[in-house]
């Protein structure tokens, strides 16, 4: 059975940190990239960041660069999202996502989302 556990939400103001996390178990956590994606009220999804299965960069949206880092800790079958420098736009419910593909290619499971309300 496939299982996220996602933690690090919460509410922080603008310039806060916050660290998500996203433990996953049920499939070959080595053999698929992992994305973190928000979604704020009223508005689509939007992909983060993303860490291959493989040797290579993590990508990130332009809209998080240089605030956002994505990084695994693949003995525990955990990846992280340290978001620094946070912004009201910010604010959204954050989703962990895995894929058997590289980064940007569609997912093929899901966590539950964690709020992560960011006050100005």
């Known amino acids: 059975e496939v299982q996220f556990v996602e933690s690090g939400g919460g509410w922080v103001q603008a310039g806060g940190s916050l660290r998500l996390s996203c433990a996953v178990s049920g499939f070959s956590f080595e053999r698929h990239?992992?994305?973190?994606?928000?979604?704020?009220p009223g508005k689509e999804r939007e992909a983060v960041s993303c860490i291959p299965s493989e040797d290579g960069s993590a990508v990130y949206?332009?809209?998080?660069?240089?605030?956002?880092?994505?990084?695994?800790d693949n003995a525990k079958n955990t990846v992280f999202l340290q978001m620094n420098g946070l912004k009201p736009e910010d604010?959204?419910?954050?989703?962990?996502?895995?894929?058997?593909?590289?980064?940007?290619?569609?997912?093929?499971?899901?966590?539950?989302?964690?709020q992560v309300t960011v006050s100005s």
């Open 61 to 72: 949206d332009d809209s998080v660069k240089g605030r956002f880092t994505i990084s695994s």
């Open 33 to 40: 990239s992992v994305s973190w994606i928000r979604q704020a």
């Open 91 to 114: 604010t959204a419910v954050y989703y962990c996502a895995a894929s058997k593909n590289i980064c940007g290619y569609g997912y093929d499971y899901w966590g539950q989302g964690t």
